[in-house]
């Protein structure tokens, strides 16, 4: 069964409730309308009782005289009509309506009945109370009967049942809402626990902190700690065989080109020959190629950004070195490649690893250079504002298309098909911003044209050293 945790607890919590609630409001209702019950043939039966004292015997014979007060008893707001008859038993009607129901039993002398019965289309609720009269020697048996309908009745039942169940009602609305103001508060610490976990970057394995966690939830962290353990092991193994493996081929692709060199310098009897050891030299210079950004990609992801170097690295002097030590490669390929950097030295300098950071700044000058036509322009600045600092390599090339913007910085994924290169450089790009905590981000170039690349770094903050205090002479 899936759905929310709140509303499934709220569903614990409400079906008792209801039942707690439907349980009391029955049996409320059926104390309340005994209640009303007993004060109903409490007051029949007091009036009841004044009309049988009221039978008096006069010039021989019986008579009853029905007192006022006898009636007034049931007044009411509910203006409920009162019925009564007295009549001798096994004779004459002395008072009352003839039609009244009397009850299936004849009461006793000392025991009244209470009964309900109907009358004229309306029920009513009857007492019936017997009274001996004597006259010489001779018992006569008096039935005095006092029936009314039962509209008070039913409003005290109203008057003593609602209030309680309104009451219950109350309070179980309110349980609800402290309990979803309560679970509110005590869910953020899931919520929280889930936007770190969803927000991390794939290449943040930290375990997370279970402070301020309920105790519930710890064994989930720990699950999950466990989890990021045996990942960060397991990618910090895929890394070192990475390493270890370019680092291993790199000596003999070194080798092998040295000989592939010295060997096309032989006169080769077959000019085919010539072409293949061409051919392999040219493949010999690729695969040093990747073997060195293969090098470079798994000693970036290896940086943490906890260990950075503390040393300051000026951005404008590793952006005028990159330049011009690929000035050359622009003039071969026809292309304007231009810098504007500070004036003033010092101005854009941040902390960080100077051997990565320069390779991060050759792989996107190089990566322009690469999809920029003869004839292009590639411009790299470099600008500082307040406590972050701007690299841009602009080119007006082919650029990227949106589809496949935030593919390029995937490992061997290649915009364009036909282009040299291994497929590398964003990746190792990405992976340098981000142990020096910064960012990297494509767009579109001037006018649509070429790509915009951009990474910001924090600006370095040199620490205050505090002179140490002069000894008063």
């Avoid at 759905?3 to 919590?13: D, E, I, K, N, Q």
């Avoid at 065989?241 to 291993?248: E, G, K, L, T």
């Amino acid at each position: 069964m899936t759905g929310s945790l709140r509303v499934r607890l709220l569903w614990w919590m409400l079906v008792p409730l209801a039942l707690y609630v439907s349980f009391t409001a029955t049996s409320e209702y059926r104390a309340a309308r005994h209640t009303a019950d007993l004060v109903q043939d409490g007051g029949l039966l007091s009036s009841a009782r004044m009309i049988a004292g009221s039978v008096q015997w006069a010039d021989g014979a019986l008579r009853a005289d029905v007192p006022p007060a006898a009636l007034e008893l049931f007044a009411s707001p509910q203006q409920d009509q009162v019925f009564y008859n007295v009549h001798v038993e096994g004779g004459s009607l002395l008072a009352g309506m003839p039609d009244f129901p009397h009850a299936a039993s004849a009461p006793a002398v000392d025991s009244p009945v209470a009964y309900d019965a109907g009358l004229r289309g309306q029920a009513v609720r009857a007492v019936s109370v017997v009274r001996s009269m004597y006259d010489n020697g001779h018992v006569w048996r008096v039935r005095v009967s006092v029936g009314k309908t039962e509209r008070s009745r039913d409003a005290m039942v109203e008057a003593l049942w609602r209030p309680q169940l309104y009451r219950q009602i109350g309070m179980v609305m309110l349980a609800v809402a402290l309990a979803c103001i309560g679970l509110t508060f005590e869910l953020r610490p899931l919520m929280k626990l889930k936007n770190d976990v969803a927000d991390r970057d794939p290449s943040h394995l930290e375990p997370i902190r279970a402070e301020g966690l309920h105790a519930e939830l710890r064994p989930v962290v720990d699950a999950i700690n466990q989890c990021i353990a045996r990942l960060s092991a397991q990618t910090a193994a895929q890394r070192r065989f990475i390493a270890d493996a370019a680092h291993q081929l790199r000596t003999p692709l070194t080798l092998l080109g040295t000989q592939l060199q010295y060997a096309r310098q032989q006169k080769a009897v077959d000019p085919a020959l010539d072409e293949v050891l061409a051919a392999m030299h040219v493949s010999n210079r690729s695969m040093v190629a990747l073997t060195n950004q293969l090098l470079l990609l798994a000693q970036a992801e290896a940086l943490d950004p906890a260990q950075l170097p503390a040393a300051p690295v000026d951005m404008a002097q590793l952006a005028r070195e990159v330049v011009e030590a690929l000035a050359l490669l622009a003039q071969t390929r026809g292309i304007d490649l231009g810098a504007e950097l500070p004036r003033e030295a010092g101005e854009a300098v941040v902390q960080g690893h100077r051997e990565l950071l320069r390779a991060m700044v050759s792989n996107l000058v190089d990566n322009a250079l690469r999809y920029t036509p003869a004839g292009g322009h590639v411009t790299v600045s470099v600008r500082a504002s307040g406590e972050m600092v701007a690299l841009e390599v602009l080119d007006d090339g082919r650029g990227i298309p949106a589809e496949a913007r935030a593919r390029v910085f995937e490992p061997f994924f290649r915009a364009a098909v036909g282009t040299e290169g291994t497929g590398l450089g964003l990746a190792i790009v990405r992976e340098i911003a981000q142990s020096h905590r910064g960012a990297v981000s494509l767009s579109p170039g001037a006018d649509g044209r070429g790509v915009r690349a951009c990474v910001v770094l924090a600006r370095w903050q040199p620490a205050l050293v505090a002179e140490p205090e002069k000894e008063p002479l």
